[in-house]
């Protein structure tokens, strides 16, 4: 073995750890699917405060909510705080089993108070536990109004109560406590109002849950101008809403339906026109690969895990550089400065990789000619419907968990017009340029040397979802990465394929903008 050869096994090696380890840590932590779904509720609640004057709106609000968009929003709130509840369970039996095995493992030389510090693991453990009492107790507060607004008072007085008692010793978690006993003032027979009432509320509570505290607030002090200006304020955000809400279900369901045609009419084609159809087109048309697999093999793990995963977060952590407390806008700033040096180290691994090899055979990295922007969109609109599917059945499978790229939790909060362009910089532009390069640019025709063109696409569409480091996001980026790699393979033009995953990422990106913004 050469010294090149041994050092890549080496990197090989600590690549696969990496993976795995960061895998494995994704299947505790929650999906951003239940948040978004809850903020989809609450932009529809915000619809639901449009006057019945307005006749129109009144019918386009009904068709997008349903009669009974009260008992459908608590439903929703159940669910999620059953899964929530479910999962704290789950962990409380982890840390309990952590520390029997901590005190088996010390009872020999140690007594209790000699115990160590919880281990890494427990205090992670415990911090999740944290974050999901504070989210559990969200839910009941909001789920606790719900149940008033449907005139189940007794029901809401009992979940704010529980509340108080629960969180009156998490100091961490004051906010749920006096919340809950601002509530249950107001909806008391006599009502009690607290002095901070209305502040508690501004504090605690969010979107239309705040503003039907605050409703009720003003009906009770008899404050008309506070209450007018309210309602003013409400009627214009369930306006606003009613579009949002239109955007967020309606452009993805057209979409969804034209690729739903698309692909009848492309899988009747095939079918029909065999070798002539359209998705035959190069279907077994290889690259003429001049390198072998020791440089694919090299590009991939050097190029992309290991400058992404051990390289670029070393030369932070050395440079002391720590965005938590950072503002939504340098957080931004932050992910695309550190995609581009991703990016930039990635490709000049690739160049230096393969420069021995210039001028290369025709086909490779073309970006001329060839319908590559009806490919891209046809491709875009494809993917929606196969992609929704897997991950409804993807949902099923984790109930919740397996983790989700943090760079969606950024953008859910990006409700600045700055961070949002640099937020799109990064995941319209960046990302697609970059990963189309190495994913379909580089590796999957560098596989077609050794595998059919079809197995090509699927190891590299494999490795393209593994590369998100979320177990949940495994089986829907694989399907995504297939719809890329076939793109790509029929064009032969990696505009293609770029055009598409911007569009994907770009429409992720806006539904996340618009669905943060139900929360203000």
């Not at 149940?147 to 029901?155: E, Y």
């Amino acid at each position: 073995m050469t010294l090149k050869r041994f050092f890549l096994l080496l990197l090989t090696l600590l690549a696969v750890g990496k993976i795995v380890l960061s895998l494995g840590n994704s299947l505790s932590q929650p999906q951003i699917q239940a948040r978004l779904e809850l903020y989809q509720v609450n932009l529809s609640l915000h619809v639901t405060a449009l006057e019945s004057s307005a006749e129109n709106s009144q019918l386009s609000s009904e068709a997008l909510l349903g009669e009974t968009p009260y008992a459908d929003a608590e439903k929703k709130y159940k669910e999620i705080l059953d899964f929530a509840e479910s999962r704290r369970s789950d962990l409380k039996t982890q840390l309990q089993e952590l520390s029997e095995d901590n005190l088996l493992s010390n009872s020999s030389s140690q007594t209790l108070a000699q115990v160590p510090d919880l281990s890494p693991q427990q205090q992670q453990i415990t911090a999740q536990l944290q974050e999901l009492n504070g989210f559990i107790g969200e839910l009941n507060i909001k789920l606790g109004i719900l149940q008033a607004k449907q005139d189940q008072v007794t029901t809401a007085l009992n979940t704010w109560q529980a509340l108080q008692d629960q969180f009156s010793t998490e100091s961490r978690f004051q906010e749920i406590p006096r919340t809950a006993q601002v509530l249950g003032g107001l909806w008391e027979k006599p009502p009690q109002v607290l002095d901070s009432a209305e502040t508690e509320i501004k504090n605690g509570l969010d979107g239309w849950f705040q503003d039907e505290a605050l409703a009720k607030l003003y009906e009770i002090q008899e404050d008309q101008t506070a209450l007018t200006t309210l309602q003013t304020q409400r009627q214009e955000k369930a306006e606003q809403a009613l579009i949002k809400l239109g955007m967020v279900t309606g452009l993805p369901l057209i979409g969804g339906l034209i690729g739903f045609g698309l692909l009848l009419f492309f899988g009747t084609q095939w079918l029909i026109k065999g070798k002539e159809s359209i998705l035959a087109t190069n279907q077994e048309l290889k690259w003429e690969t001049p390198w072998n697999w020791e440089i694919t093999w090299q590009v991939l793990v050097v190029g992309f895990f290991f400058i992404g995963q051990f390289l670029l977060p070393l030369v932070i952590g050395i440079s002391g550089i720590n965005p938590t407390g950072w503002g939504i806008q340098g957080k931004a700033l932050y992910v695309l400065a550190t995609y581009v040096l991703m990016t930039t180290g990635g490709l000049t691994v690739l160049y230096f990789s393969i420069r021995t090899y210039f001028p290369l055979p025709e086909g490779w990295f073309n970006w001329k000619g060839n319908n590559w922007l009806l490919w891209g969109i046809g491709g875009y609109l494809v993917a929606i419907p196969l992609v929704v599917i897997v991950s409804i059945i993807n949902q099923e499978i984790w109930q919740g968990q397996g983790g989700s790229n943090p760079l969606l939790f950024l953008a859910v909060q990006a409700q600045d017009t700055i961070a949002l362009l640099i937020f799109f910089t990064t995941a319209a532009i960046a990302a697609p340029i970059f990963e189309e390069i190495i994913f379909r640019g580089f590796l999957l025709p560098s596989l077609t040397k050794y595998f059919p063109v079809w197995v090509s696409i699927a190891l590299s569409s494999l490795l393209f979802s593994v590369a998100h480091l979320s177990l949940s996001e495994v089986l829907p980026l694989t399907v995504l990465g297939l719809v890329l790699g076939v793109v790509y393979t029929r064009s032969r033009n990696i505009l293609a394929s770029i055009v598409v995953h911007s569009l994907w990422n770009s429409g992720t990106l806006l539904s996340l903008y618009i669905l943060g913004s139900g929360v203000n």
